[in-house]
Every structure is written in C-alpha cells, then in structure tokens.
C-alpha cells in the first residue's frame, strides 16, 4: 500500500516536494505519477521527494522517479531524493542510479544542503 504526503517533512517546510510511504510498485505507482505530477505543477524550484519510509520500490518505482526527474528537468528544476540506507537505496545501486539523482540520507541533510546560509 502506498501512502504519500504533499510535504517532505518539518525539516524542510519551505521546500516543495512530497514524502512516500508503504510500496511504490506497478499497483501504486500510476497515483503515485499523478500525484507527483500536480504538485510540481503548483510549485517552484527544487523539489524533494522523502523515501525514507519506502518499504519497497520496484521497476516501475524507478520509472516514476525518473519520469519525474525528466519532468523537472523540462524547466531546470532539481528533484532531490532523501533515502536512507535500506532496501531503496539498494535498488538505486542495483539499477547504478546513485549517481542520477542527488541523494541525501536524511532530511535534515537535504535542508542543510538546499538552504542558504544567512
């Protein structure tokens, strides 16, 4: 089952983008698609999606992360993952996608990275 929220978290409020939960597999990942495609159609800049509590991610998981990664990309936008160590990450060094996304480990990461030092 999947279950996906519009914000990736307390850590990084400001930044758009979306957390996934539960099985991103060929069941759930059209939803997942959809979803993803309007929140970056009402928003702007970097975009990050949380897969820190993906359980499980199969081919057409990784269809949709580089689906969405192409349809950033159209207007120079970044698709930022937070994936921790664990089973997805272990797809993405299966498939040799690591290098393809920028990739965090955790939110708290990813915040620091993306915000501007005052």
Not at 95 to 104: A, E, M, Q, S
């Amino acid at each position: 089952m999947l279950d996906w929220v519009d914000t990736p978290g307390p850590t990084l409020e400001h930044v758009p983008g979306a957390r996934v939960r539960g099985e991103v597999d060929m069941a759930t990942a059209p939803a997942l698609q959809g979803a993803l495609e309007a929140a970056i159609a009402a928003s702007v800049g970097v975009f990050v999606l949380d897969l820190t509590d993906t359980e499980f991610l199969d081919s057409s998981g990784i269809a949709v992360l580089l689906r969405t990664r192409a349809l950033l990309g159209r207007t120079d936008r970044a698709l930022v993952l937070v994936c921790p160590d664990g089973p997805v990450l272990r797809v993405l060094e299966a498939c040799g996608l690591t290098d393809v996304f920028t990739l965090f480990a955790t939110p708290g990461e990813a915040a620091a990275a993306l915000v501007k030092p005052d």
